[in-house]
């Protein structure tokens, strides 16, 4: 069974500030993605970033990187230089190989809401 | 660019009452799932279709629930007779052969 663990509830910081979401999975299928989403107030999932399990180069896009640590079973995302609109609510996600006829159905996490103040 | 678009964006019902949520997946799109998400809690799978029948379901899935894809360009969640624990935002998602879920806007399900 796959599993998905976001330790962190929530998480509050100042504008500026870097911040680290983690995110922690499980799963016995040997090809897998992971992804992120963001969930603003507005309520819309919004994806962020998607992982294969063969990829372990951490990504860094703007002001968002991640680290994938397939020894640890871990995909954390870094914000740098955090601003209020990224005040959200964040969800990891996992999911089997996407190859034809494969489900893929996305198991989430309970995902992080992170505040960041003016 | 093209979207998954889902109708209404609000249904309030009362309970008991069926409610029939839609969803336009992406046209190109051969795999379709419907996620769960009860207020401040995660992402839940409900079911997911492929070629013309449900391919799994979890346990949330139960005979109170169908899923439709009446023609070729719907796609459609029933809930047959509404109780309260079903209040939750209703997310319709699609995908190609190889590339990640896009996942539409939510229906918010509210019963009373």
């Known amino acids: 069974a796959q599993k998905v663990t976001q330790a962190q509830t929530e998480i509050s910081v100042v504008e500026k500030e870097d911040v680290t979401l983690d995110c922690v999975y499980e799963?016995?299928?040997?090809?897998?993605?992971l992804f992120w989403y963001k969930q603003p107030p507005s309520g819309e999932l919004v994806f962020l970033i998607r992982?294969?399990?063969?990829?372990?180069q951490n990504e860094i896009s703007g002001r968002y990187s991640w680290n994938f640590q397939k020894s640890t079973s871990s995909f954390n995302f870094t914000i740098t230089a955090s601003q209020v609109v990224d005040s959200a609510v964040y969800f990891c996600?996992?999911?089997?190989?996407?190859?034809?006829?494969?489900?893929?159905?996305?198991?989430f996490g309970k995902g992080i809401t992170l505040s960041v103040r003016p | 660019e093209p979207e998954v678009t889902q109708t209404p964006s609000h249904q309030v019902t009362q309970m008991g009452q069926e409610v029939i949520l839609r969803c336009v997946p992406i046209?190109?799109?051969?795999?379709f799932y419907w996620y769960r998400q009860i207020l401040g809690q995660k992402v839940e799978f409900l079911v997911s279709f492929y070629n013309n029948e449900i391919s799994e379901k979890s346990e949330i899935f139960d005979d109170q629930f169908s899923v439709e894809r009446p023609d070729g360009s719907n796609f459609t969640l029933k809930i047959r007779s509404t109780k309260l624990e079903d209040s939750a935002m209703y997310f319709c998602?699609?995908?190609?052969?190889?590339?990640?879920?896009?996942f539409g806007p939510g229906t918010r399900l509210t019963v009373t």
């Open positions: 046209s190109n799109h051969l795999y």
């Open positions: 996600a996992l999911s089997e190989a996407l190859i034809p006829g494969a489900n893929s159905k996305l198991t």
């Open positions: 992982r294969n399990s063969f990829d372990e």
């Open positions: 998602a699609s995908r190609d052969r190889t590339h990640e879920q896009y």
């Open positions: 799963t016995r299928d040997t090809t897998y993605y």
